[in-house]
C-alpha cells in the first residue's frame, strides 16, 4: 500500500537558485518523522512545497496515492495537510478563539472541535477572548498548533516550533503530541534540538545542503552518523 | 447662533456623503493595502450606470440601485481578478501606475460615451422635503437620507468584518496573507470579493452623488481626494474614524463655504492638511497597526 | 584572492556621449532651417523630456511617487508671470527666480506631505497641488480665476520679432532638456547616486548603514522642484497665457509625464526620452482620435507596467545590452524575486 504521504525526487527552486535536489520522503498514518539538519540545509523549503506555498511538479509529491505537487496552499489545507509556520503566524487582529476558527473554517470533519482542542490546551480556553500579541511565546505556539489542528489534518506539518521557547514550554508542547498521534495524524517536525527531534520521533531524516545525507530510526543511528550526515565531516 | 449651528448641520451630512466615498477606498487600503487612484473614477462610473438605468428603465434614481449595485459588484470582482491581483507583492509602483492608468482610460471613456454634458439625477419631492427643527432650523430628507445610509453602511460594514466568516478572512489575509492561504483563504478570489464589496458602497455613493449636484466625466478626482481625506483625518484602519473623518471634511468645507462659496474647497483641505500636520496617523487611529 | 572593481564606463556609454553631442548639435541647427510650427513641436518635446527627467528622479530613484508636480509647473509659471508684471523682471532672467520660488514652496510642502508614505504620498501630493491652485484661483493680481496674458510690451521685452522670441524659447528649451537629463546623470554619478538608489531598493537595509533617508528624499524633492518649476515657467513663456485650471492641469503636466516615464522606462535616464518619442508619435497618430488617445495612451501605460515594468528601453537595452548613461549598479525594487534565504 502507498505510503500516506510521499515525494519522491523532490526538487525546488527560488528563482535560479536550486534548495532541493532529488529528496524521497514517505510517512504513514499514525507515524511521526523528524527531519534535522543545519541552516540551509532545506529543511523549511521541504515542508514550504509540500502545503503548497512553493511550487512544485504534480507527481513529486503524493498524497493519499494522488498527485498535489504544484496545488495552491488553500486547496492542500483542505486535501489534510496543515502547516504550522516557523514564527507561528498568528493572526494579529484576531482573537485567540478567532484564530483557532480560521482552522476550523477550513471544512473539514474530523476529532477536533474547539472543546477537545480546550481540553488539550486549557490555557487557550482562558486567553480565548485575548489578542494573540499578549499571549507568551509558549501558549502563542499552543494556539498555532491549535489553529492547524482545527482543520481536521491527517499530516501535520510543523515548522521549528521550539525555537526561541524555554526548555520547560517545550515539553509542554511535546506532551501534547501523543494526544494527536492517537488520532491517526502523521506528524512532520522540523527542529534544530537533535535530542528533542530523536526522543518523539519513529524515523529521522537528515538533509544537508538540499540532500538526504541519512535516514533512519532513531535507535538505529549513532552519534557519529548523525554528525557526519549534519555537518558533512 | 443659529446660522452657525445650520452650517455645522449642513457640513454633517454632507460628511456623511464623504463617508460613502470613503468607507470603499478605507475598505479597499485595509484588506489588501492597495491605494485605488481610480477609486473617484469608478464612483463616476457607477453615477452614468445609474444614468442609463434610470433612463432605459424609467425607475426612480434610488431604485436604481437593485441595478447598479449588482453591476459595479461585478465590476469590482472581474477588475481586481482580472488586471488588480496582478499588482499586488511587487512594490509600491506597479499598483500606483495601473490604478492611475484605469483613472485616466475611465474618464476618457466616459467622456467618449456620454461626452462632456453635465448630468443629474431627479428624485422628484424627495430632493425637496425637510424636516423642520426650529423656527430658522431645517434638514433635507434627502441630505438626512444620506447620512444615516452612511452609518448604516459602516455599521453593515463592521458587523461583516467582526461577526461573520468571511469578515474573519478578511482580517486575516490583512494580518498576514500567506499564513491565511494555509488556512484555505484563496486570496485572489478574497481580494476580489473584497474590491466588489467597495464598489457596492461606491454605487450607493454614486447615486446619491447623482441625485444631490451634477455629474461630468471629470470629477472623479476630486471625489478621490474628499474620500482619501476623511480616510486620513479619521485615522487609517478604522471605519469609524473614516466616518468622522467624512463628518470633519464636510463640516470645515461647510464653515469654508459660509464665508466665501469660493473657499469651500480650499477649507476642506487646509483642514486635512492641519491634521496631517498634528495628528500624522489621523484622529481616531486604530489601536493595533 | 579576487579583486573586485566597480565599472561604469562601457563602449557603449562612449557611444551615448557621441550620439547625444550629434543630436544636441543637429537640434541647435534647427532653427536655421525649420519653420515656427516644428520648432514649437520641438520645444514642446523638450519641456515634457525635462519634467519626465524630473519625475523620474524622484519615482525611479528615490522612491517618491508624486502626483502632484503640476504644483511646481504651475507655481513656476505664475512666478514667471508675478516677476514679469509686477516686478519688471525680464522674462528670461525670471525662468532661474521662478524655479527658486518654487523649490523654496517646496520646503514647506514637503514637511506636510513626507508625513505620508507610498501611495498615500502620492494623494498627498496632489491634494497640495490642489491648494495651490485654489489659492492662485483667489489671487486678483494675477487674474483670479480666470487667468490672465503676459502684456505685449513684456512679450516685446524678450526680442524685438517674433522669430527671435522664438528662437530664445527654442533654445532655452533645449537647455533645460539637456540640463535636466545631464543633472540626473551626474546626481546619479555623484556619491549621493549611490544612497538614492540604495533607499530605493531596500529602505530599511540603506537606513541601516546610514543613508538619512529624510535628508536624501528632501533633497531629491527640492531639487525636482527647482527644476520642475523652472520648466513650468518656460512653458507659460511659450503660452503667453496662464489661468489656474491651465497652470495646475494635473492631466497635462503629471498624467502624461507619468505614462512618458512609465511607457520608455522608469528608473533609467534613458526612459524618458524614449517615452517622449513614443507620446509624441502616439500623438501624432492618433490625433483624429481625441479621447481615445488618452484611453490608448493609459491602456500602453498599465500594459508596460504589467508586463514590462522595466519599460520599452529596458525591453531594448536588456535584450542588447545597451546602456548609454550608465549610472546604474543596482536591481530594481519590483524585480525582486523571492527572498533568497531557503531555510532558518
Not at chain 1, 521550539?162 to 512532520?188: C, H, M, N
Not at chain 2, 444614468?51 to 465590476?75: D, K, T
Not at chain 3, 537640434?27 to 523630456?49: H, N, Q
Request: glycine share 10%.
Amino acid at each position: 500500500m502507498a505510503p500516506l504521504l510521499e515525494t519522491r525526487g523532490l526538487t525546488a527552486f527560488y528563482g535560479d537558485f536550486q534548495a532541493l535536489f532529488g529528496i524521497d520522503v514517505a510517512i504513514d498514518r499514525g507515524e511521526t518523522i523528524a527531519i534535522i539538519g543545519a541552516n540551509g540545509a532545506g529543511k523549511s523549503t521541504f515542508l514550504r512545497v509540500i502545503c503548497g506555498l512553493l511550487g512544485a511538479e504534480p507527481d513529486r509529491v503524493r498524497h493519499r496515492d494522488e498527485a498535489i505537487g504544484g496545488l495552491p496552499a488553500n486547496r492542500i489545507v483542505a486535501r489534510g495537510i496543515a502547516m504550522v509556520l516557523e514564527g507561528r503566524r498568528l493572526f494579529a487582529s484576531l482573537s485567540v478563539e478567532e484564530n483557532l476558527r480560521m482552522g476550523a473554517d477550513v471544512g473539514r470533519k474530523g476529532p477536533w472541535s474547539l472543546e477537545r482542542l480546550y481540553r488539550l490546551f486549557p490555557i487557550l480556553a482562558e486567553r480565548r477572548r485575548a489578542s494573540p500579541a499578549t499571549l507568551s511565546g509558549g501558549q502563542q505556539q499552543m494556539a498555532a498548533i491549535g489553529r492547524a489542528l482545527m482543520t481536521n489534518p491527517d499530516v501535520l506539518l510543523c515548522d521549528e516550533v521550539s525555537l526561541g521557547l524555554a526548555p520547560v514550554v517545550i515539553r509542554e508542547l511535546y506532551a501534547a503530541l501523543p494526544a494527536i498521534r492517537a488520532e491517526g495524524t502523521a506528524i512532520v517536525v522540523v527542529e534544530q534540538d537533535i535530542n528533542q527531534a530523536l526522543q518523539v520521533a519513529d524515523r529521522v531524516y537528515c538533509f544537508m545542503e538540499g540532500r538526504v545525507t541519512l535516514t533512519g530510526t532513531p535507535k538505529a543511528l549513532s552519534r557519529e552518523q548523525i554528525r557526519a550526515a549534519y555537518f558533512g565531516m | 447662533m443659529t446660522a452657525a449651528l445650520d452650517t455645522v448641520l449642513q457640513g454633517t451630512l454632507l460628511g456623511g456623503l464623504y463617508a460613502l466615498f470613503a468607507a470603499g477606498l478605507s475598505l479597499i487600503f485595509g484588506i489588501m493595502r492597495l491605494v485605488n487612484i481610480a477609486h473617484g473614477d469608478l464612483i463616476v462610473l457607477a453615477a452614468y450606470v445609474a444614468l442609463v438605468a434610470v433612463q432605459a428603465s424609467g425607475i426612480g434614481p434610488i431604485e436604481s440601485l437593485v441595478i447598479v449595485v449588482p453591476v459595479m459588484f461585478a465590476v469590482g470582482y472581474g477588475l481586481q481578478r482580472g488586471l488588480l491581483n496582478s499588482t499586488l507583492d511587487r512594490g509600491i509602483l506597479p499598483p500606483l501606475l495601473v490604478t492611475f492608468g484605469l483613472s485616466i482610460i475611465i474618464q476618457n471613456a466616459l467622456l467618449e460615451g456620454f461626452s462632456a454634458d453635465s448630468r443629474k439625477l431627479q428624485a422628484g419631492a424627495l430632493e425637496i422635503a425637510s424636516l423642520r427643527l426650529g423656527p430658522d432650523l431645517a434638514v433635507g430628507w434627502f441630505p438626512l437620507l444620506i447620512f444615516l445610509t452612511a452609518v448604516a453602511v459602516i455599521a453593515g460594514l463592521q458587523v461583516l468584518l467582526y461577526r461573520t466568516r468571511v469578515g474573519r478572512a478578511f482580517r486575516a489575509v490583512s494580518d498576514d496573507p500567506e499564513a491565511a492561504r494555509l488556512y484555505g483563504v484563496d486570496n485572489r478570489h478574497l481580494f476580489a470579493l473584497a474590491m466588489a464589496l467597495a464598489l457596492a458602497v461606491v454605487s450607493i455613493a454614486a447615486v446619491f452623488l447623482a441625485v444631490r449636484t451634477n455629474f461630468d466625466p471629470a470629477v472623479g478626482p476630486a471625489r478621490l481626494l474628499f474620500a482619501f481625506e476623511a480616510v486620513i483625518i479619521g485615522g487609517l484602519g478604522s471605519l469609524w474614524g473614516t466616518l468622522a473623518g467624512g463628518v470633519i471634511l464636510g463640516v470645515a468645507q461647510s464653515v469654508g463655504a459660509k464665508i466665501d462659496p469660493a473657499w469651500q474647497l480650499l477649507a476642506g483641505h487646509v483642514a486635512f492638511l492641519l491634521v496631517l500636520v498634528l495628528r500624522p496617523r489621523g484622529l481616531f487611529p486604530r489601536a493595533v497597526d | 584572492m579576487t579583486t573586485h572593481a566597480v565599472h561604469r564606463g562601457t563602449r557603449t556609454s562612449r557611444t551615448g556621449v557621441l550620439l547625444a553631442i550629434a543630436v544636441i548639435i543637429g537640434l541647435l541647427s534647427v532653427p536655421f532651417w525649420a519653420g515656427r510650427a516644428d520648432m514649437r513641436l520641438i520645444v514642446e518635446m523638450a519641456y515634457f523630456l525635462a519634467l519626465a527627467q524630473m519625475w523620474n528622479l524622484m519615482a525611479g530613484y528615490a522612491g517618491l511617487v508624486s502626483i502632484g508636480q503640476q504644483a511646481y509647473v504651475g507655481i513656476g509659471g505664475y512666478a514667471l508671470f508675478a516677476l514679469a508684471i509686477h516686478a519688471d523682471v525680464p522674462p528670461l532672467l525670471a525662468l532661474p527666480l521662478a524655479g527658486l520660488i518654487a523649490a523654496l514652496i517646496a520646503v514647506p510642502t514637503a514637511f506636510v506631505v513626507f508625513r505620508l508614505r507610498g501611495a498615500y504620498f502620492a494623494i498627498g501630493t496632489w491634494v497640495a497641488a490642489e491648494v495651490f491652485r485654489l489659492v492662485l484661483a483667489q489671487v486678483t493680481a494675477l487674474g483670479g480665476g480666470t487667468g490672465q496674458s503676459l502684456p505685449a510690451t513684456i512679450v516685446r521685452s524678450i526680442a524685438d520679432s517674433v522669430d527671435g522670441r522664438d528662437r530664445l524659447i527654442y533654445f532655452t528649451g533645449i537647455a533645460l532638456a539637456v540640463c535636466a537629463t545631464a543633472l540626473v546623470f551626474l546626481l546619479l554619478r555623484s556619491r549621493h547616486g549611490l544612497a538614492l538608489t540604495a533607499l530605493r531598493d531596500a529602505e530599511g537595509a540603506a537606513e541601516s548603514l546610514g543613508v538619512d533617508r529624510f535628508r536624501t528624499q528632501l533633497w531629491v524633492y527640492i531639487v525636482a522642484a527647482l527644476g520642475t518649476g523652472m520648466i513650468g515657467a518656460l512653458i507659460f513663456l511659450q503660452k503667453l497665457r496662464i489661468s489656474p485650471d491651465a497652470a495646475f492641469s494635473v492631466s497635462d503636466w503629471t498624467a502624461n509625464v507619468i505614462f512618458i516615464v512609465v511607457i520608455g522606462g522608469i528608473g533609467r535616464i534613458e526612459g524618458p526620452i524614449v517615452g517622449t518619442l513614443v507620446f509624441f508619435a502616439l500623438r501624432a497618430l492618433l490625433a483624429d482620435f481625441g479621447t481615445w488617445y488618452m484611453i490608448v495612451l493609459g491602456g500602453v501605460a498599465v500594459i508596460v507596467m504589467l508586463k514590462a515594468p522595466q519599460g520599452l528601453w529596458g525591453l531594448v537595452a536588456d535584450r542588447f545590452g545597451l546602456d548609454f548613461f550608465p549610472v546604474r549598479r543596482l536591481v530594481r525594487s519590483w524585480e525582486r524575486g523571492p527572498p533568497a534565504r531557503n531555510d532558518a
